[in-house]
């Protein structure tokens, strides 16, 4: 589904701030796999998954989504493959607009637009059944202004929207850091249900390594800007938070105390 | 008495800077653009109309090439901005530059060209305010109905985002550079078109039309806007604003010209209003700001980083 070839990225190369971000990526995921992603600050998380959205190009190295070299495809055609909801909750949805409007420009993602009514009758039907399933009572705000919504509800609504028409792989970066621990509950559960039902590939970005390890059936690490620790299947369900703690201790070399502003249990 | 006698004039000069301000609201409302461009499209447009007029064409075939003409001029600007990287404010300080040549060339190097409204039917014209005041009415009309029709579309609806929020747009497959180059078009081809109206109601083109337009349709928006985003906030009761705005602008003009003021000082007063009307909302959160109770909220709280800094 994604296969990521010695990913490289540098940013503002020749200067006192050269920081590099990717380090020679590599990572293959299965159609069908929802892997989550661990790591530091600066491990190069966001970049992966921003590289992967085509928000700049990388310096080195393939990315295929699908059989797709989309390594060099601008980030809106390369959208037609992808969900993404981002940790900023402001950033995923068009505060201006309807809750209904954002979501039928997402429904035509991939789709060349055309000169005619943007909403039909049908389609506010579907997003209502859609809303309801949130559990937020937003099915009788279709017509709200999104900008009018608390920080969870809009996350709801742009994982709605990401995962809309079924994408190819779902890019989640930390979508819940911003919330509140009880709504960042209810969100990631939302994303769990709809990641389950539609059986979606999905790359989640987390700080929780409790949430790393509930959800998923994939866990990777990364670490100055690569992966250090690749666990799935039986060996991931088993994993402990401490065993997690051991196998970056082993990898990065250094312990998980200096870190510990990064990682939480 | 002298006031009311000007009244007809100022109403029908006013409906055509408000169209114009339509055009200004598309590129800074919805795209989140101040394109400066407009000072030379409005300009471009008249000179296109009173040349073509004066050659002979009739008044809508020119109305609708003065219309493309301002929507190129657009489209120059969006490229300038999109495909070659320039900052948007550049972008139209370059091409309303570029366009006081390509406007000197077609007036054929003149810098005034009349219209002749007894050799040319018009569609507007000062010596007849009643009809000047129904024709650009009807157009008015005209255009703020395509405009309706065209933001509920497909496309319409990518443009709005386009300006509300670029990163979910390009998320979400939409091409934002090349929705940025399309509402440029229409913003400039819409004040090219008041540009049109304008040249054939004052019966002349000047090189000098226009200058200062962006601020007169910033202070028809930011008049039109206070009070109609009170009414209902919607498009076209905005739209509907802005005309009023730009009518509230040209009645006020003419007022104080009435009371002496010289036309020296016009350009300084425009600018006063939309720097008023800009500052007022910032003194007054950044100085004059009371503390208020909170009431009972009618959407839940927006979402603390209390959680974020928890979980790290």
């Keep these: ?265 | 008495m002298a006031f009311l006698y000007a009244l007809p004039g100022a109403i029908a000069e006013g409906l055509i800077w408000g169209l114009m301000a339509i055009g200004v609201y598309i590129s800074y409302k919805i795209l989140d653009i101040a394109d400066l461009t407009v000072d030379g499209s409005i300009c471009t447009g008249a000179c296109v109309c009173a040349v073509m007029l004066a050659n002979g064409s009739p008044v809508w075939l020119s109305v609708v090439v003065a219309f493309m003409a301002g929507a190129m001029t657009g489209i120059l600007t969006g490229l300038l901005h999109t495909a070659l990287g320039i900052p948007s404010i550049l972008a139209g300080i370059l091409t309303q530059l570029i366009l006081y040549s390509v406007n000197l060339s077609i007036l054929g190097s003149k810098s005034l060209i009349a219209i002749d409204p007894r050799a040319n039917t018009l569609l507007v014209h000062m010596s007849n305010n009643p009809r000047s005041i129904v024709a650009a009415g009807m157009i008015i009309v005209a255009v703020i109905i395509g405009l309706w029709l065209f933001f509920y579309t497909e496309v319409g609806l990518t443009l709005k985002s386009t300006g509300d929020n670029p990163d979910m747009s390009r998320a979400q497959g939409v091409n934002v550079k090349f929705n940025k180059v399309l509402g440029l078009a229409i913003a400039n081809g819409i004040v090219a078109l008041a540009g049109a109206l304008l040249a054939q109601y004052k019966g002349s083109a000047n090189i000098n039309d226009g200058r200062g337009a962006i601020v007169i349709g910033l202070a028809a928006i930011f008049i039109g806007l206070s009070v109609s985003m009170k009414i209902k906030p919607n498009f076209v009761v905005s739209l509907i604003g802005v005309i009023g705005g730009g009518i509230v602008y040209y009645v006020v003009y003419n007022f104080v010209v009435l009371l002496g003021l010289k036309t020296d000082y016009l350009k300084m007063l425009s600018a006063i209003i939309v720097a008023l009307f800009l500052a007022v909302p910032y003194l007054k959160n950044e100085y004059f700001k009371k503390q208020t109770p909170a009431r009972i909220q009618t959407t839940p709280p927006a979402a603390s980083n209390e959680g974020g800094d928890a979980n790290a």
């Excluded at chain 1, 959205?53 to 992808?82: C, Q, S």
């Excluded at chain 1, 509950?185 to 939302?190: G, P, R, W, Y």
């Excluded at chain 1, 509930?214 to 670490?223: C, D, K, P, T």
Aim: aromatic content about 4%.
């Design chain 1, 1 to 265: 589904m994604l296969k990521i070839t010695d990913l490289q990225k540098t940013f503002n190369p020749g200067t006192v701030n050269e920081k590099m971000a990717l380090t020679g990526l590599n990572l293959t995921i299965e159609d069908g796999d929802f892997v989550t992603v661990i790591g530091g600050n600066g491990a190069g998380k966001s970049t992966m998954l921003n590289a992967i959205a085509g928000v700049w190009k990388p310096d080195y190295g393939t990315i295929e989504i699908d059989g797709v070299d989309v390594t060099n495809m601008p980030e809106h055609k390369r959208a037609k493959f992808l969900g993404r909801v981002f940790q900023d909750p402001m950033k995923g949805t068009s505060p201006d607009m309807e809750i209904a409007e954002n979501l039928s420009i997402a429904a035509r993602r991939g789709t060349r637009r055309k000169l005619v009514w943007g909403i039909r009758k049908a389609e506010r039907e579907q997003y209502r059944e859609l809303l309801a399933t949130l559990e937020l009572g937003l099915e009788s705000r279709l017509s709200c202004k999104v900008g009018l919504l608390s920080g969870g509800q809009r996350q709801a609504v742009t994982l709605l929207m990401a995962t809309l028409n079924r994408p190819k792989l779902l890019l989640l970066d930390e979508h819940t850091a911003a919330l509140d621990p009880k709504t960042a509950a209810k969100v990631l559960e939302i994303t769990d249900k709809l990641v389950t039902e539609n059986k979606l590939t999905t790359l989640m970005i987390t700080h929780n390594m409790h949430d790393a390890i509930a959800y998923g059936n994939r866990l990777i690490m990364m670490h100055e800007g690569h992966i250090v620790v690749d666990v799935s299947g039986e060996e991931k369900k088993k994993l402990t938070i401490s065993q997690l703690l051991g196998l970056f201790e082993q990898a990065s070399g250094s312990a998980m105390g200096d870190d510990k502003v990064i990682l939480s249990k």
